[in-house]
């Protein structure tokens, strides 16, 4: 089975994996020594999202929102065109960039790409490393261009 069991269906839409091991931590005993325990720090986690919202929100494209879809899918970002959600399964969480159903195809085809490459962006603010979808049980990974940080604010 791949890592993300968290898939799209719409033919502009696409997603990204978080793996939850991002956000684990090594458990030390009073002497500061390592336990070998891990610990999942969701703290850690939800200020990670908030990171990722503030990036989008810079684009001017999308607005904060907060609803939930079927089957667990939390929105947290939408356009005119397209709502960014979040979706956690067994590993990771899915960052995924969903069709709106009342929105122009045609503009949806057109800005796809570009805010595909916006969410990528924004996580690699954070991440070096990301989960991408293969097809059914399976996955990928993609890694931050070393020189990804040349050039930004």
Known sequence: MG????????????????????????????????????????????????????EMLKSG????????HYRDIHVILESKLFEIAIAENEWSYAVMLLQKEDASVGLQKKHYES???KIR??????????????????????DRPENFFEGRE
């Open 3 to 54: 890592r993300g069991n968290v898939c799209v269906h719409g033919k502009y839409e696409g997603l990204y994996y978080v793996d939850y091991d991002n956000f684990y931590y090594d458990v030390t005993d009073d002497e500061d020594n390592e336990t070998g325990e891990r610990e999942f720090d969701q703290m850690y986690m939800e200020d990670t999202i908030e990171n990722f919202k503030h």
């Open 121 to 142: 962006d924004a996580l690699f603010e954070q991440f070096s490393k990301l989960g991408v979808y293969g097809g059914a049980w399976t996955h990928g990974t993609i």
């Open 61 to 68: 494209v999308f607005t904060e929102c907060d609803r939930w």
């Open 115 to 117: 805010y595909l490459r």
